[in-house]
């Protein structure tokens, strides 16, 4: 009673040892993130370049956190219906996106996106950089580039993308405006079909990410015609770049970057910026990606929205430019 009564004139004091407890110490599991499963949600099929670094990213999250993270797979429509998703999740930082150039160019190539890449998403960090392979089939009868050019200017020939907006999409597009050439699009849903599809001579070229497209080369099913970047990837010394094949000046790479809802606390988006910048930058990372065929960058969250804008920019005037127009 004694006690109660001289706390009891001083509330102020009181009040402030509590809140300053409450601080110092959290007591709920809820006070503290990540305190569940955290979802990487990605818009394409399992074994893409885009999946495969969600679950390389996945993996060492949950080993840091000693945290359950997954992945997650929502394919179709070029990305969009995994971006959508997690543009309407919940914000509380459980649930990201990791995507690729195909999110931000979705208003360029479709008509009804219901989303806002640039408002609806809060970027996070720029994972990686990577170049595509530009991929015939055996039995197309191509040994390289300017054979393939010169086949092109024959006659009709097709190539198969992952849908519009994607890497495989646009990297082609650059490569037949510089190159003088006319091939028609075919839009796969799945890139694994597209892959076979393209084996087989159904279509006559693919530009799949180069984890996912090296594999069918040194297994000798498929021809190397180049790497879309602009200099030649380490786990692929021995295939040139597009510029030295025969289209000089051409450079283009994949990005692929993690994602929030965009009204997720600030507190949360800078924790995962810290600790994915964290796990980015260890060397044993780097190796991986490398061997991916990718470049880290890890850029900050304010950097990441600027080179958005920057590589939106560079596309849209190239789609200008061809007349490719909103569907």
């Given at each position: 009673m004694r006690l109660r009564h001289r706390f009891n004139r001083f509330p102020g004091f009181v009040a402030a040892f509590?809140?300053?407890?409450?601080?110092?110490?959290?007591?709920?599991?809820?006070?503290?993130?990540?305190?569940k499963t955290v979802r990487i949600i990605v818009g394409y099929s399992a074994g893409t370049t885009s999946d495969v670094f969600a679950r390389i990213i996945a993996n060492r999250l949950g080993e840091?956190?000693?945290?359950?993270?997954?992945?997650?797979?929502?394919?179709?429509?070029?990305?969009?219906?995994?971006?959508?998703?997690?543009?309407?999740?919940?914000?509380?930082?459980?649930?990201?996106?990791?995507?690729?150039?195909?999110?931000?160019?979705?208003?360029?190539?479709?008509?009804k996106v219901p989303f806002d890449p640039f408002k609806d998403l809060a970027p996070i960090i720029q994972v990686a950089q990577t170049p595509n392979i530009l991929l015939v089939g055996k039995e197309l009868g191509v040994a390289n580039l300017k054979e393939y050019i010169a086949l092109a200017k024959k006659g009709q020939l097709q190539y198969a993308s992952s849908g519009r907006g994607t890497p495989s999409h646009i990297t082609v597009e650059l490569f037949k405006s510089m190159a003088g050439i006319k091939v028609e699009e075919i839009p796969y849903k799945s890139s694994a079909?597209?892959?076979?599809?393209?084996?087989?001579?159904?279509?006559?070229?693919?530009?799949?990410?180069?984890?996912?497209?090296?594999?069918?080369?040194?297994?000798?099913?498929?021809?190397?015609?180049?790497?879309?970047?602009?200099?030649?990837?380490?786990?692929?010394?021995?295939?040139?770049?597009?510029?030295?094949?025969?289209?000089?000046?051409?450079?283009?790479?994949?990005?692929?970057?993690?994602?929030?809802?965009?009204?997720?606390?600030?507190?949360?988006l800078a924790f995962l910026s810290r600790e994915l910048t964290e796990i980015l930058t260890a060397p044993e990372m780097r190796e991986t990606f490398a061997a991916q065929g990718a470049e880290i960058v890890a850029s900050k969250p304010a950097d990441f929205a600027a080179f958005l804008r920057t590589d939106f920019a560079k596309w849209e005037k190239l789609f200008k430019d061809l007349g490719i127009k909103p569907e």
């Open positions: 509590i809140a300053a407890f409450a601080v110092a110490f959290p007591v709920t599991a809820q006070d503290k993130y990540p305190s840091k956190w000693n945290q359950s993270v997954i992945v997650e797979n929502r394919e179709g429509a070029a990305g969009a219906i995994g971006s959508d998703a997690v543009a309407k999740a919940n914000p509380d930082g459980y649930t990201l996106l990791l995507n690729s150039n195909a999110l931000t160019l979705l208003p360029l190539l479709r008509s079909q597209a892959l076979t599809d393209t084996m087989s001579g159904q279509v006559s070229l693919n530009a799949p990410g180069l984890s996912q497209g090296l594999p069918h080369v040194k297994s000798g099913r498929m021809v190397a015609l180049g790497i879309t970047g602009s200099k030649r990837a380490p786990g692929a010394p021995d295939v040139p770049t597009l510029a030295e094949a025969g289209v000089p000046g051409y450079e283009a790479y994949g990005w692929h970057g993690i994602f929030a809802p965009a009204a997720t606390p600030p507190e949360v």
